[in-house]
């Protein structure tokens, strides 16, 4: 209690420990007890030990990965999953091409719960994202704590559906506590500082994923190379014809508004000017490099490519990224577009 006084649970749990230390508990102090202000304040606090106790039965079993990893490229380190239904924050790090479990973190989420769809919901947004930056304690308010790694929501798959919203963060809390209840926020997801501060030490902005679900699906990395395969084959088929130009197959890959940026009509095909802006010129030359997919299930299926396109015509590579759906059993593009 002397490190970290302004950690609430852990005083209420202390000060039951004493009383019952001294023989005068006979039971511990419910949500009936004292005025409505310190009822609600004490459902937080009990809400916050059960997720946290939760979490010491529920970890994934040893070697079990996110249902969303298909592909992971050697230059990405590590790979972020929150667990909304659990306020649980886990942190995998590639080693020798595989992904382990190395941290796991309490934490809380919006205020409404999850699933963002306009602005000024409360909810945190389901999806794959990805850390943009970094904003450290002196950039932001006492609220958001040490520091801040921002979010690319909304992404191209969440324009594409229309919804709206932004400043969406890991971050984390105010100096004068410990932890958050496990719905506090206005959407972002936020940890203890000194949890907050490992994060923002070792995960690098654009590249490490942030996969946020109601409810993680633990998988055995076998099961997933079969979709390995058939996803990687169907990248390949897209970059060679269009590495040829070849009209005729890319569009039976793209759906009909490929790249369009409205997200006012799902068909829209006015942003063609967008379209040429993003894409580059064909080229034969052109060779993908570390390459990631992440796929993502609910409404539809969806999956996100992560690839450097380089070429001796160009003096640096690029880094890209691709939005997939599937639309009547076929998988189409439709955007593809530098990070």
């Keep these: 209690m002397r490190d970290v006084p302004g950690f609430q649970l852990g005083q209420l749990v202390y000060g039951d420990l004493l009383v019952a230390q001294s023989g005068s508990l006979t039971n511990l102090a419910t949500i009936k007890d004292g005025p409505p202000a310190v009822r609600a304040q004490l459902q937080n606090l009990r809400t916050e030990a059960n997720r946290r106790l939760s979490a010491l039965r529920e970890m994934p079993s040893p070697g079990a990965v996110p249902e969303q990893v298909i592909e992971l490229a050697r230059n990405v380190q590590h790979v972020v999953v929150v667990d909304a239904s659990h306020s649980r924050v886990f942190v995998f790090e590639q080693q020798s091409g595989s992904l382990r479990l190395i941290r796991s973190f309490y934490a809380s989420i919006g205020q409404a719960g999850f699933g963002k769809q306009v602005e000024g919901d409360l909810r945190t947004p389901l999806g794959v994202y990805h ?114 130009g070849d009209k005729q197959v890319l569009q039976a890959l793209q759906t009909a508004d490929f790249n369009a940026r409205d997200s006012s009509s799902f068909h829209n095909v006015s942003s063609k000017v967008d379209a040429r802006r993003t894409i580059p010129e064909p080229d034969p030359q052109a060779q993908w490099r570390n390459v990631s997919v992440f796929r993502w299930s609910r409404q539809a299926e969806v999956a996100i490519v992560n690839y450097t396109a380089t070429s001796p015509r160009q003096s640096r590579s690029v880094d890209r990224r691709q939005y997939w759906v599937q639309e009547q059993r076929r998988w189409q593009l439709f955007f593809d577009g530098p990070v």
């Design 131 to 244: 850390i943009t930056s970094r904003l450290e304690d002196k950039q932001v308010d006492e609220l958001y704590g040490i520091g801040a790694l921002p979010l690319n929501y909304p992404n191209e798959y969440d324009r594409r559906l229309g919804r709206t919203g932004s400043g969406i963060w890991l971050h984390g809390v105010p100096r004068e506590t410990y932890s958050r209840s496990p719905f506090a926020t206005e959407g972002c997801v936020a940890l203890a500082n000194d949890d907050m501060a490992y994060l923002m030490s070792v995960l690098q902005t654009r590249r490490t994923p942030v996969v946020i679900a109601d409810e993680v699906n633990w998988v055995r990395p076998a099961e997933l190379a079969a979709e390995r395969r058939s996803f990687l084959a169907l990248c390949t088929q897209w970059q060679t014809a269009y590495a040829r």
